[in-house]
């Protein structure tokens, strides 16, 4: 085909530049060049001709097979589509157990925690008890010891200076005295136990106020998290 047209450009640019004829509009050309390349347009069309007719009859098979061959693309991506969903979709289900998983043994350590931290807290508050209440009825017996000691000791001096009632007076006083030390001495230690216990009481709500966010924050988390999301850092 571009033979056919290099032929007909050089019998154009014979024609423009052919001389014209005197008050005519015609002009004069070299016979053999215009001929000898009519010779050529003749010579190559039927060979391109017979190239555009075996396209068009091939075109139904070259269709075909453009259209078979694209079949077998499309069926192929429709397979190894179907292939990733699955493997997505199964990932995703390994990942959402594994994440429930956690979940619920950080739920698990976190109520076994907490029944130890409440376990360990009412031992020691009934420790911290006894031993304040042990060393009130300690104090409070030993001022009893002490005022039964005084009052003794003062009977035992009125009888012996039963004019001196000052003496008697001044021993009943030391002996109540004694009794009222013991006996603030005993509220003061029950205070700080009391105190103490709270102390460790409000630790052990902020333990179990920070464990239970934590908790809240993995739960959210894994409820919002897209389907195949990397798993969420529970340490934090």
């Known amino acids: 085909m571009y033979k056919v047209f290099e032929a007909i450009d050089e019998l154009v640019t014979i024609l423009e530049e052919a001389r014209?004829?005197?008050?005519?509009?015609?002009?004069?050309v070299p016979r053999g060049d215009v001929l000898e390349l009519l010779d050529e347009v003749r010579d190559a069309i039927p060979a391109e001709l017979d190239d555009?007719?075996?396209?068009l009859d091939r075109k139904e098979e070259i269709v075909g097979g453009a259209e078979h061959e694209a079949e077998?693309?499309?069926?192929?991506?429709?397979m190894e589509a179907e292939r990733m969903v699955a493997d997505a979709r199964a990932e995703a289900e390994r990942l959402v157990a594994e994440a429930t998983a956690h979940a619920e043994r950080l739920v698990a350590d976190a109520r076994a925690e907490a029944d130890r931290t409440v376990a360990a807290g009412r031992a020691e508050y009934d420790n911290l008890v006894g031993r304040s209440q042990a060393e009130a009825d300690r104090m409070l017996q030993a001022g009893r010891e002490s005022y039964e000691r005084a009052v003794e000791e003062g009977r035992?001096?009125?009888?012996?200076?039963?004019?001196?009632?000052?003496?008697?007076a001044a021993a009943q006083a030391e002996a109540q005295r004694t009794v009222d030390a013991a006996a603030d001495e005993a509220a003061r230690q029950r205070a700080e136990c009391d105190e103490y216990v709270d102390t460790k009481l409000a630790e052990f709500e902020d333990l179990l106020t920070h464990t239970l966010r934590t908790v809240s924050k993995g739960r959210t988390h894994l409820r919002g998290a897209p389907v195949a999301a990397v798993p969420y850092d529970y340490t934090r």
């Not at 035992?156 to 008697?168: A, C, H, I, K, P």
């Open 20 to 28: 014209g004829v005197p008050m005519t509009s015609g002009c004069v």
């Open 52 to 55: 555009a007719q075996d396209v």
């Open 72 to 78: 077998q693309k499309l069926s192929k991506a429709a």
């Open 156 to 168: 035992y001096e009125q009888q012996r200076l039963v004019s001196q009632t000052e003496v008697v």
